[in-house]
């Protein structure tokens, strides 16, 4: 069993910056794929971000590209989002997700495991 779990989050305004870490209770963390996802209310769960294992495969949704950077750290068992120009379409609950393939999926479908997911509102 892997638990994921969401600090951070916050209040920005449009232009400006926050990041999101996600830490995982994992030996193996550094065999699974990460992931960051997103649901407004009354919207669909979407992909953000994700990172293979290594670190060495990124995804980028098209909205969040050269905004948004994925990083990892496996000596520490972290996942990060660094999320700059911050919109209000951005504001959401953001949830990180771990799958065991590795892989920097971008479908819900590939991961395991998620977190409870951590609010992020930015104002205009």
């Known amino acids: 069993q892997v638990q994921l779990v969401e600090p951070g989050g916050g209040l920005a305004q449009a232009g400006g910056s926050l990041r999101l870490s996600c830490a995982a209770s994992?030996?193996?963390?550094?065999?699974?794929?990460m992931g960051w996802f997103r649901q407004a209310p009354g919207k669909e769960r979407e992909p953000v971000a994700a990172?293979?294992?290594?670190?060495?495969?990124?995804y980028y949704a098209d909205a969040v590209k050269g905004r948004f950077t994925i990083s990892r750290d496996n000596a520490k068992n972290t996942v990060e989002l660094q999320m700059n120009s911050l919109n209000p379409e951005d504001t959401s609950v953001y949830l990180c997700?771990?799958?065991?393939?590795?892989?920097?999926?971008?479908?819900?479908?590939?991961?395991?495991?998620w977190g409870q997911g951590t609010q992020v509102t930015v104002s205009s």
């Open positions: 990172i293979s294992w290594s670190g060495g495969r990124l």
């Open positions: 994992v030996r193996t963390f550094d065999s699974f794929g």
């Open positions: 997700a771990a799958n065991r393939w590795g892989v920097a999926g971008a479908a819900m479908a590939e991961y395991d495991y």
